[in-house]
């Protein structure tokens, strides 16, 4: 069960609400904000039918967790896209899955800066590229990967989604892998990102 509880995550909500920067959250807190969510779906599944107002409390719980839980996963998109268009990277930790948006809404947004540039240069506008000849690109270039940094040892190697070999990693090593070989250890505390600040 998560070590997290309702006032933690309504605290991590308000937070959130009151402050104009994005927030610190890492996938490890917010997969336990997700567990407490669901240990409570769960203890209202197994409340008795006459245990009316047990079984209304949880219910007013549950859905006060959910409306937190996705009103702060919206608002913080709002502040990561907000934080693209005025040109600069948000100060808080993100998530895996935020810093995807990152980093895709990124490149999008210079994309478009380059077609306005060369727009305005006379040049030909690049064609899109279809579906089909965006299959041909190798697979290699469209994997995001993630710095992290080990707090377990990883005893065996793995086979990436690069298709490359990683591991066994040391408690403490720090290796860049493939983002979504990353994901169920930054959600269950084996890893935590290590964000490169840019220009350093």
């Known amino acids: 069960m998560s070590d997290l509880g309702y ?13 104009e920067g994005l927030q610190d959250l890492g996938d490890l807190r917010l997969s336990k904000m997700i567990a407490y969510l669901s240990s409570v779906r769960l203890s209202l599944a197994s409340v008795d039918a006459d245990k009316r107002i047990q079984a209304d409390m949880l219910t007013q719980e549950a859905l006060n967790l959910e ?3 996705e009103d702060l996963l ?4 709002q502040k990561i896209l907000k934080a693209i268009l005025a040109g600069h990277r948000p100060r808080g930790d993100m998530t895996l899955a935020e810093e995807e948006l990152y980093n895709r809404a990124q490149r999008a947004l210079d994309g478009h800066m380059e077609f306005v540039k060369e727009s305005l240069a006379g040049a030909k506008p690049i064609e899109r590229i279809s579906d089909d000849e965006s299959e041909t690109q190798p697979a290699s270039d469209m994997i995001e990967y993630v710095t992290v940094r080990f707090l377990r040892p990883i005893s065996a190697a793995f086979l990436g989604l690069d298709e490359k070999t ?6 403490e ?7 979504a070989n990353a994901r169920a250890w930054l959600r269950d505390g084996t890893v935590v990102r290590i964000v490169v600040e840019e220009g350093l």
Request: charged residues 35%; hydrophobic residues 40%; glycine residues 4%.
């Open 173 to 179: 090593d720090i290796a860049m892998i493939p983002a």
């Open 166 to 171: 990683y591991g066994p990693f040391k408690k």
């Open 7 to 19: 006032d933690d995550i309504k605290t991590t909500w308000e937070n959130e609400v009151r402050n």
């Open 67 to 69: 409306f937190m839980i």
């Open 74 to 77: 919206v608002l913080r998109r």
